[in-house]
């Protein structure tokens, strides 16, 4: 059962206070890494931020959409994740500066998705060498945007990528309660809020805002990480649930004791081998490039 409504969150309802709640999260990322390149670009209409080698010919692509709930983030709060994925991976990536909420809401971000992606398209890079990841509220957007590709009858990518994505944002997991305390990044109060500024008066269990509730049908292999002690736990199983309904490749793993985007805490184990997991991935199926 989904946890709307609610009493009242904790979190200040103030967007400002709000976003500067997802700043304090981002900064525990740490550093980008040193050897990675990051410059200014753009794909079709959608603003971005080129991470790794930036080359004229068409050349496999991760397609990246960073988290903050819908209402936070921007390419340059995520250098450290995306940074990491392309130089574990040599794959390079574009990070999509997507619109976000309140001042542009639901289903905007996934609009300026589809709409990136059809720019990487009209530079002739083959979608099967293109890779959709992201992280929370990114990691959801893979998928919505993956759901639009179909839908709109374009070529499919190579595979989706999320880090503990959020995915469900009717907060219906029992992890959501479950892992309460566990999660020491974040809570229910804050995602019901970001949630509500993202979302307006749409319903929360549609597919494009929850791809939890979509139809996998004809997508492809799909990647999904997440730590035993988060609150969005639930969501990676969901999204690994949906996967096997629909007969798609998948990988779920969920790593324990470890928390949210635990990929960013570079001294442990658990983090090395989990980029080594997605970096493999990300090799392995955006491998079909053009001649």
């Known amino acids: 059962m989904a946890l709307w409504?609610?009493?009242q969150p904790k979190v200040p309802a103030g967007i400002d206070a709000l976003r500067?709640?997802?700043?304090?999260?981002?900064?525990?990322?740490?550093?980008?890494?040193?050897?990675?390149?990051f410059s200014p670009g753009q794909l079709g209409p959608i603003p971005g931020e080129w991470v790794g080698a930036v080359t004229p010919e068409p050349v496999r692509t991760i397609l990246y959409f960073h988290g903050g709930g819908f209402v936070a983030g921007t390419p340059e709060s995520h250098r450290p994740v995306i940074?990491?994925?392309?130089?574990?991976?040599?794959?390079r990536g574009f990070s999509v500066r997507y619109r976000l909420a309140p001042e542009c809401f639901f289903p905007a971000a996934?609009?300026?998705?589809?709409?990136?992606?059809?720019g990487l398209l009209a530079k002739h890079v083959p979608a099967s060498s293109?890779?959709?990841?992201g992280d929370e509220a990114g990691g959801g957007l893979a998928f919505a945007v993956t759901l639009a590709v179909r839908n709109a009858g374009l070529d499919?990518?190579?595979?989706v990528v999320g880090?503990?994505?959020w995915a469900d944002l009717s907060l219906s997991g029992p992890s959501m309660l479950h892992n309460r305390k566990a999660d020491t990044v974040l809570d229910w109060d804050l995602l019901f809020l970001s949630a509500r500024y993202?979302?307006?008066?749409s319903n929360p269990c549609d597919a494009y805002a929850s791809p939890a509730y979509a139809a996998f049908t004809t997508f492809p292999p799909v990647m999904v990480h997440a730590g035993a002690h988060e609150i969005l736990r639930d969501d990676a199983s969901k999204l690994g649930d949906r996967c096997a309904e629909a007969g798609v490749p998948v990988s779920v793993e969920i790593y324990d004791g470890m928390g949210h985007l635990f990929q960013m805490e570079q001294g442990r184990n658990e983090a090395k081998v989990s980029l080594s997991r997605l970096a493999q991935f990300i090799r392995a199926k955006s491998a079909m490039m053009a001649a």
């Open 130 to 133: 293109i890779i959709l990841a």
């Open 5 to 7: 409504p609610h009493s």
């Open 156 to 159: 499919m990518p190579g595979g």
């Open 110 to 118: 996934v609009r300026d998705g589809i709409d990136a992606y059809r």
């Open 20 to 37: 500067a709640r997802y700043d304090a999260l981002f900064a525990r990322f740490g550093a980008a890494p040193a050897a990675v390149d």
């Open 83 to 91: 940074g990491r994925l392309v130089e574990a991976s040599g794959v």
């Open 198 to 201: 993202y979302l307006r008066k």
């Open 163 to 165: 880090l503990s994505p």
